[in-house]
């Protein structure tokens, strides 16, 4: 599934990278999520991952070359 994003942002000239801790965040989302509400498997684990590039996708027809590098940020 992140492949699958890498590659569509791409083709856009867009170059975005997870980090290791931000994939394992994404995958905890998604497990905590399943267990609070309807357990959907994987497809909830793509509505993170969308959800997190939305707005990359929306705006990458307008960007010139870009690297977009998700880390994990604790607070």
């Known amino acids: 599934m992140i492949r699958q994003q890498v590659e569509l942002l791409n083709t856009e000239g867009v170059e975005l990278e997870f980090t290791e801790d931000a994939l394992r965040a994404v995958a905890r989302v998604a497990a905590d ?12 684990l793509y509505t993170v ?18 690297r977009v590098s998700l880390v994990l940020v604790c607070a």
Not at 33 to 44: D, L, P, Q, S
Request: aromatic share 4%; hydrophobic share 35%; glycine share 4%.
């Open 33 to 44: 999520v399943n267990k609070t509400v309807e357990n959907i498997g994987a497809r909830r």
């Open 49 to 66: 991952i969308e959800r997190i590039t939305e707005d990359i996708q929306f705006d990458a027809p307008d960007l010139d070359q870009v």
